[in-house]
């Protein structure tokens, strides 16, 4: 299916100089906010089915196609971290277990940098964004290779990030880089919603976690190329109002910020997004 995403465009790729039919870049949550979001898994998706379906899902993928340019990249509240690409892999050591062995060497350094810094900081999403849109960026080479990025999360977007998520999101949609969403865990990613939304892409909260594979591989195989021919998953009334930065609470009316138009539900001394001090009376 991925194969046949890519086609059209195969002839304007050899003569930018880009060697894949397409390029697939995968963010996969990681560490403690997916095991605090995740839990042990009684009743829903636990945190080792988690990866046992994505490995699954990432060896599928190549077996499908073999020559789309696939890079998997993870998110934590420690960064954002290139765990595999595919022309770069050994012909011997298949998707999965390349990931895999990545995946064993970042949690043994997120644990230490936990231990050492018990606090924790906000899902870095956005950076893992800005690294993905570079990355097709370079493999791209100036033409117009079709691809599209798949996000795995559990955990909600941090509201502190609004701005350079959305600024990705506009980069995204402008470069025509298609923005796909696996929400898994409790609650909406209402970024992420926004973010297939602009770009054309799929939304999808599973009903059944538990069957994330089968999700995946229904909704997320398929290019942007063959999903004119599959009925796939719609956001119904995706809400496009405002969220405040302080309380994440949706408004009808509120305060914003003449810098960086930041949204709050209260007055405030200064903008909670950029720092500037706000003028009252």
């Known amino acids: 299916m991925l194969a046949r995403s890519g086609a059209p465009s195969q002839a304007g790729t050899e003569s930018t ?4 039919p397409s390029i697939l870049e995968i963010v996969l949550e990681t560490g403690s906010s997916l095991r605090a979001a995740l839990g042990t898994g009684k009743g ?17 993928l190549s077996a499908l196609d073999g020559q789309a340019a696939v890079s998997v990249r993870s998110v934590s509240d420690h960064g954002s971290t290139l765990l595999y690409e595919s022309w770069k892999a050994g012909t011997a050591q298949g998707a999965a277990a390349a990931v895999h062995a990545a995946l064993l060497a970042l949690a043994e350094r997120e644990e230490g940098a936990d231990a050492a810094r018990p606090t924790r900081r906000v899902l870095q999403l956005s ?15 100036g033409g117009d290779t079709p691809a599209r990025v798949l996000c795995v999360l559990a955990s909600s977007e941090p509201s502190t990030q609004y701005i350079p998520l959305m ?3 506009f ?14 865990g409790s609650g909406e990613a209402r970024f992420a ?14 009903s059944e976690p538990q069957a994330l594979l089968q999700n995946l591989l229904m909704v997320f195989a398929a290019g942007p190329g063959a999903r004119a021919q599959l009925i796939l998953p719609t956001s119904a009334g995706v ?3 405002a969220t405040c930065m302080c309380h994440r609470r949706p408004l009808t009316m509120g ?18 997004t950029c720092g500037s001090e706000f003028v009252t009376g």
């Open 167 to 169: 600024n990705a999101v």
């Open 193 to 206: 919603q926004h973010a297939s939304q602009l770009t054309g892409g799929v939304y999808l909260k599973p």
């Open 127 to 141: 950076a893992a964004l800005s690294h993905v849109l570079c990355h097709v960026n370079r493999l791209r080479r």
């Open 44 to 60: 829903g998706l636990g945190v080792d089915s988690y990866f046992i379906q994505i490995l699954a899902f990432l060896n599928l």
């Open 17 to 20: 100089g880009c060697k894949f």
């Open 239 to 241: 809400d496009g109002g």
């Open 171 to 184: 980069a995204a949609q402008r470069d025509g880089v298609v923005m796909d969403c696996c929400k898994l």
């Open 255 to 272: 305060r914003v910020c003449s810098v960086c138009l930041s949204v709050f539900c209260e007055p405030l001394p200064a903008c909670l």
